[in-house]
Nanobody
Framework: VQLQASGGGLVQAGGSLRLSCVAS????????VAWFRQAPGKEREGVSC????????YYDERVKGRFTISRDTSANTVYLQMNMLQPDDTAVYYC??????????????????WGQGTLVTVSS
């Protein structure tokens, strides 16, 4: 099982980025796949998650209405579209996956598989 995250970069406040998480070794619609982020000096926190064949989605309150998680099963990829980015969104973003569907999606310990991080920097 591998997860490859990409799409980070430097953007001005109010801008947008789309992160991608390409999965191999499993199919994204059979798993829960989440995005987490970790800012310098802070704990890793859950941002969003998409679970199961019906694609239920979950968001942290701080990103609800600005971020959208989606997936493309043909590409076996999960995306995080991030709009109206703010300096507080600056962090390393990670994608993570678990085959379990009954999870507390925002808890990092629920996930067995992690991708490398991709850095998102939002300037004011």
């Amino acid at each position: 099982v591998q997860l490859q995250a990409s799409g980070g970069g430097l953007v001005q406040a109010g801008g947008s980025l789309r992160l991608s998480c390409v999965a191999s070794g499993f199919t994204v619609d059979d798993h829960a796949v989440a995005w987490f982020r970790q800012a310098p000096g802070k704990e890793r926190e859950g941002v969003s998650c998409i679970i199961g064949r019906n694609g239920r989605t979950y968001y942290d309150e701080r990103v609800k209405g600005r971020f959208t998680i989606s997936r493309d099963t043909s590409a076996n990829t999960v995306y995080l579209q991030m709009n109206m980015l703010q300096p507080d969104d600056t962090a390393v973003y990670y994608c993570a996956a678990t085959e379990n569907s009954r999870i507390l999606w925002g808890m990092s310990v629920e996930y067995q598989h992690w991708g490398q991080g991709t850095l998102v920097t939002v300037s004011s």
